[in-house]
């Protein structure tokens, strides 16, 4: 899964010009589950060590998770916090990747105010949140 989600987002940077290479990502959700604080194997690290390698500047945003804590496949990872939510961080991003639907985020700031977001759990249709930059993976 984490393969095919940065394939999509890759595809949609490359449809407004940019690159991941120097991209600014957003990853949002990074709990394993929804409404849960453990992110131990959760994809969403995956995502963000391997949009690292090839080049983005890689933020999250996790209302149960205000730090990360150090796991066993993504060490390097441990210790960054947690970007808060408001429209001008977000339209500072290139990009945000919904990984985990966590009911305590706002995804009509996220949509009204992110250049491009894609929805890997579909939170934006269920919600009514259609946009041109809303990306379905």
Do not use: W
């Not at 990074?30 to 995956?46: F, G, H, M, V």
């Amino acid at each position: 899964m984490p393969e095919y989600v940065v394939g999509k987002l890759q595809e949609a940077l490359n449809g407004c010009g940019r690159a991941v290479k120097g991209a600014k990502v957003l990853v949002l959700g990074l709990a394993y589950k929804k409404d849960i604080d453990d992110p131990r194997e959760s994809p969403a690290l995956t995502i963000m060590a391997d949009l690292e390698r090839r080049g983005a500047a890689v933020s999250f945003h996790d209302p149960l998770l205000a730090e990360l804590p150090t796991t066993r496949e993504h060490p390097q990872l441990a210790g960054r916090r947690s970007t808060p939510l408001a429209a001008a961080v977000l339209a500072a991003f290139d990009i945000a990747i919904i990984c985990t639907d966590h009911d305590a985020v706002d995804y009509r700031l996220l949509v009204d105010h992110c250049p491009l977001v894609v929805d890997t759990r579909n939170i934006c249709a269920r919600r009514g949140l259609s946009a041109d930059r809303v990306i379905k993976a």
